[in-house]
């Protein structure tokens, strides 16, 4: 099981949690990474392959942005 697991919200960080996981991909082997964005094989059931990539990790890392941050995935207007 991967033993880094990389995280982010859809339409908010994705490419800041791309580039961490190539770079850790490149620096420890592709196999030690789980990346949400292409890690789920097609077929395989979802949720359950990335809850197990969470449990079983050595690390998290989750790329936050300004829609992370919001309930409803906007940023709030104050």
Known sequence: MPEAFVNY???D?????????RELA???????IFF?????EFGHR???EPVRAVEECEALVAAIG???LSQHGRADQR
């Open 66 to 68: 300004p829609r992370s």
């Open 9 to 11: 919200r859809p339409g």
């Open 26 to 32: 490149r620096r420890f082997g592709g196999e030690r």
């Open 46 to 48: 979802f949720p359950v």
């Open 13 to 21: 960080e994705e490419p800041a949690a791309t580039m961490i996981a």
């Open 36 to 40: 949400v964005g292409n890690s789920t």
